[in-house]
């Protein structure tokens, strides 16, 4: 596929692409030194190319223990784990884990500090959530950090309670998270490394060649992609993302990694709010079944908005998190404000995730050309719980409207935000084009988009979001060379059928880094 047509053939030197088409072109004009990879009539797309995901943390958590929902079924399928995990290390040595998702238990609850205090009281225990807004804590971990039922909920982030007024080892957002965040060592830089390594391991089985990191919370981190870099262990290209307490330092350039087309900072990132799954998500109006609850705001607007004038001041792309609408509206009255200053920028400030955002929204966001990456998972592994519980059948069946931003001509960006959901682009693909949920469930088939649509968010439109539309996103003569070679076209076969096509090999800068 190059450009939107089909070739045979494709040649590649230095790491770019030298010709397409077909096989006996390619020849004929392939110059002393370049490789002709005849494709013997395979699916090659361009490298698949995620825009959301948190790479080192996926990697790191590679070599964690596995509480995630499945395999587990039962909040006792997972105390167990954890206690095999524990049994196997030194006691008072920290226990972390990620990927517990209570909408995949039968319980369909969150687990408790007593859940965790059933696996080990020696050691300190957290286990993410797979939405990465919650963490859960034993009560070792709740008694040194001093959190009892006295302690005021941090500015941004809950301490979860029961009807007692006591702690539950719940903790919502960031804020309440990093209020035990000092007995979880931070990785060292060898560990860092290694997770990079690991994780793009994972990335090019599923054709990713290019991944952005949207959360990069310490100067470490970037360290360490240079090192994986320059030691020939980085596997994909990346393109990190700065959390916002970052942005002084990366203004002042003690901040900051050579670039190349391995490596380059891509902006800074904003988190607005927390997720619909937490009850975290700032919506308009209430939740379904909590007319209480409206979600957390984790940046106050006024400090959201400095930060967005800043980094826009300074030429710097933000990308904000927005899972609910309200919060979606804060980010835009932000950003407009920013680019009014400078309208003639090619700022391409991004919003994340945008799961309920509203027509008019998607007004705003095109008029300001603004580029929404749509974590559209979310249909699949969340939708019949925001249909039953969450949002109700309204508003859930319009959850990431992919059909209403291809109408509008927009460019966008789809995502798995791995950890939180696997890194598959083929699956995520699939969830925007069929968008069936986990029971069987059409979830707002009006909001389908086609195969080839689809494919523009992981790949010529993906481009756009890191200003790569040059080098990356399509198979063109200049281009890098990163292609992935599927078993089957994705826009030839069935649609249930796209999931479960396979990925023969991945070519990153003309090197075969993945064989099936």
């Keep these: 596929m190059a450009g939107g047509g089909v070739v045979e053939a494709v040649s590649m030197l230095d790491g770019r692409i030298v010709a397409v088409g ?12 370049a490789e002709v990879v005849d494709l ?39 105390v167990a784990s954890l206690a095999d995990f524990a049994a196997a290390r030194p006691e008072g040595s920290p226990i972390t884990s990620w990927g517990y998702d209570d909408s995949g238990i039968a319980e369909r609850r969150h687990l408790t500090r007593h859940d965790l205090d059933l696996a080990t009281t020696t050691h300190p225990v957290r286990v993410q959530h797979s939405s990465g807004h919650i963490a859960y804590v034993n009560t070792l971990v709740l008694e040194r950090a001093g959190i009892d039922r006295h302690t005021p909920d941090p500015t941004g982030g809950r301490i979860v309670r029961d009807d007692a007024g006591e702690p539950t080892g719940e903790l919502q957002e960031p804020a309440a998270i990093a209020m035990v965040g000092r007995q979880f060592p931070a990785p060292g830089p060898d560990d860092l490394v290694d997770a990079i390594e690991r994780v793009a391991a994972r990335c090019l089985s599923v054709g990713v060649t290019s991944a952005h990191d949207l959360f990069v919370t310490h100067p470490g981190q970037l360290s360490a992609m240079a090192a994986a870099r320059d030691s020939g262990r980085l596997g994909i290209r990346f393109t990190p993302y700065l959390a916002w307490h970052l942005l002084d330092g990366l203004l002042a350039g003690d901040i900051a990694v050579a670039p190349d087309d391995w490596l380059r900072i891509g902006g800074l990132k904003l ?40 980094s826009h001041d300074a030429g710097v792309q933000v990308a904000v998190h927005t899972n609910g609408d309200a919060a979606i509206d804060v980010a835009l009255d932000a950003i407009e404000a920013a680019i009014s200053s400078a309208p003639e920028r090619d700022h391409r400030h991004r919003l994340e995730h945008v799961q309920t955002v509203r027509e008019d929204q998607l007004d705003r966001i095109a008029a300001a050309g603004i580029l929404p990456s749509v974590f559209v998972n979310h249909v699949y ?8 519980r969450f949002l109700g059948p309204e508003r859930a069946a319009r959850i990431s409207p992919l059909r209403s931003v291809v109408d509008r001509g927009m460019t966008f960006g789809l995502h798995c935000d791995c950890p939180v959901t696997p890194v598959d682009p083929l699956f995520t693909i ?19 988009i086609s195969p080839a649509e689809a494919l523009r968010g992981y790949t010529s439109d993906a481009a756009r979001f890191s200003f790569e539309e040059d080098v990356k996103g399509t198979i063109e003569p200049g281009k890098l060379a990163d292609l992935v070679v599927l078993d089957s076209d994705p826009c030839a076969v069935e649609p249930a059928a796209i999931a479960e096509i396979g990925v023969q090999h991945t070519i990153v800068g003309g090197e075969v880094r993945f064989s099936r």
Excluded at 22 to 33: L, R
């Design 22 to 33: 077909s096989t006996d072109q390619v020849v004929g004009s392939a110059g002393d030194g």
């Design 40 to 78: 013997h009539g395979a699916a090659v797309l361009p490298g698949f190319i995620e825009t959301h995901m948190h790479p080192v943390m996926v990697g790191l958590g590679m070599a964690e223990a596995v509480t995630s929902t499945p395999p587990h079924k039962t909040v006792a399928d997972v």
């Design 271 to 310: 988190i607005s709010d927390g997720s619909i799954q937490g009850y975290t998500a700032c919506l308009s109006a209430p939740y379904f079944d909590r007319p209480d609850a409206t979600g957390v705001a984790v940046l106050a607007a006024e400090e959201l908005t400095d930060l967005v004038r800043r």
């Design 381 to 388: 592994y969340w939708g019949d719980r925001h249909r039953d």
């Design 430 to 448: 699939s969830a925007a084009v069929n968008r069936v949920t986990s029971s069987g469930r059409e979830l707002g088939p009006e909001q389908r």
